[in-house]
């Protein structure tokens, strides 16, 4: 079927006949196993349908969304964008958006991050990180460090760098096992200090010592990989792990940046500052793709005096200015504001809801950190019905495995998480 050029949106009977006869979506079958609803329209923390109904967002778009949408400021930096220029080669070119949204990154992180390398998508900006481990240890005289360190249950990405990081059994990526890098991997995490498992993580880097780069991590919560959150104690002897071992300490905060935990970064429940750290996601508030790995002057001067000359990476659409732009805003949004309020708010509202979840059959654990709540079952969710069932309290939610979870809008209402948290409570009753 030929889609005709029109000036309106496409009926969305139509619409949805297009979709499935052309239209792959993330991890399913083409053509789709069911018809995904059609949005029309996205303001503040609601999705418009084509039938009029309105869904509060527990997702925030894969956590990217934290101010919402059509925020003012965003919908400004955007146009104001467009004004000026659309997109400029990165190379051997610089430009205003590219340099201030590196300035502030360079503000808000840790101190010994003080070099910024643009990256288009949160799993691109793994894939440089680990590229600035093995150049630093072929800089180093290491040629043969060519592994990462990390621990079961984590999730990094899907190109095929960060795949190898992931959990290789039990996550999205147990399909690629062979064709993947092997890398070396610790046990997950504990979810209480235990110090035992540091002398295990110990144990473990000093038996590879010999074969590391460096050792990546999502700091204080493991996010797609089984939404596990765990002590930020662990990640010191990590740190301690790699001064040790002359490692290159990468934290993924990605998904926990910009405060979704309660922390402006997680690594500062922790006290310390890795060699590298990966952000995207809320980076640019959900409006365009963007991520960054900021990194020290040690990891970057070895990389740059190194046999390449310089690190070996540079997307197309590295730095865009519009991204840039709207980036830059999204930092100066979230700071004018009490985000570490509301994620307080968010995550003592979820608690509240998620209360009854407690004493449902098939419900293994409840919890809640920053502006995280999850529901972990004793088996796999249902999806359809799960979501069918959120839907029926006007709430959209993604569950996936034996989990139903939520990330809200920064900025949702107080009646809104409480629609949520009764939401999730349906998709687990149901799923």
Request: net charge negative; glycine share 12%; with cysteine.
């Amino acid at each position: 079927m030929t889609s005709p050029v029109t000036s309106g949106p496409v009926p969305a009977a139509s619409l949805r006949e297009l979709d499935r006869a052309h239209v792959w979506h993330p991890y399913g079958p083409m053509p789709g196993r069911s018809d995904p609803l059609v949005v029309r329209s996205a303001q503040g923390v609601r999705l418009t349908l084509d039938d009029g109904r309105e869904l509060v967002d527990g997702m925030s778009s894969w956590w990217a969304s934290v101010h919402g949408y059509r925020h003012p400021a965003l919908d400004d930096a955007v146009v104001r964008a467009t004004g000026s220029m659309s997109h400029v080669m990165f190379g051997g070119l610089t430009h205003d958006p590219g340099v201030a949204i590196a300035e502030r990154l360079v503000a808000i992180t840790p101190e010994p991050l003080q070099h910024v390398f643009l990256a288009d998508s949160g799993s691109v900006s793994i894939e440089v990180a680990i590229k600035m481990c093995l150049q630093y240890q072929r800089a180093r005289g290491r040629p043969d460090r060519t592994r990462m360190m990390t621990w079961r249950g984590g999730y990094h990405g899907d190109t095929f760098a960060a795949m190898s990081v992931c959990d290789p059994e039990g996550g999205m990526h147990a399909a690629w096992s062979g064709f993947l890098p092997r890398q070396v991997f610790a046990d997950r995490p504990p979810s209480m200090f235990d110090p035992a498992y540091d002398e295990h993580l110990r144990s473990v880097a000093e038996a590879h010592a010999g074969e590391l780069a460096g050792i990546v991590v999502e700091p204080v919560v493991q996010g797609a990989g089984g939404m596990r959150f765990h002590d930020p104690r662990h990640l010191r002897t990590l740190r301690e792990i790699a001064d040790a071992h002359d490692l290159v300490l990468v934290f993924d905060e990605i998904a926990t940046g910009f405060g979704r935990t309660g922390t402006l970064f997680a690594a500062e429940q922790a006290g310390v500052s890795p060699d590298v750290m990966c952000v995207g996601k809320a980076l640019t508030g959900g409006y365009l793709t963007m991520a960054a790995a900021l990194c020290t002057s040690a990891v970057a001067t070895a990389v740059s005096e190194g046999e390449a000359g310089g690190l070996m990476h540079g997307p197309t659409f590295m730095a865009n200015p519009l991204a840039a732009t709207v980036a830059a805003a999204s930092v100066d949004e979230l700071l004018r504001r009490d985000w570490a309020g509301e994620v307080a708010g968010l995550g003592a509202g979820l608690r509240e809801a998620l209360a009854p979840a407690r004493g449902l059959p098939g419900v293994r654990d409840v919890r809640v950190l920053g502006g995280i709540g999850v529901v972990q079952l004793d088996h796999p969710v249902d999806v359809p019905a799960a979501q069918a069932a959120a839907e029926g309290v006007g709430v959209w939610l993604r569950p996936f495995r034996d989990l139903v979870y939520a990330m809200p809008p920064y900025v949702t209402p107080a009646d809104d998480v409480l629609r949520i948290g009764e939401a999730m409570v349906a998709a687990a009753g149901a799923g």
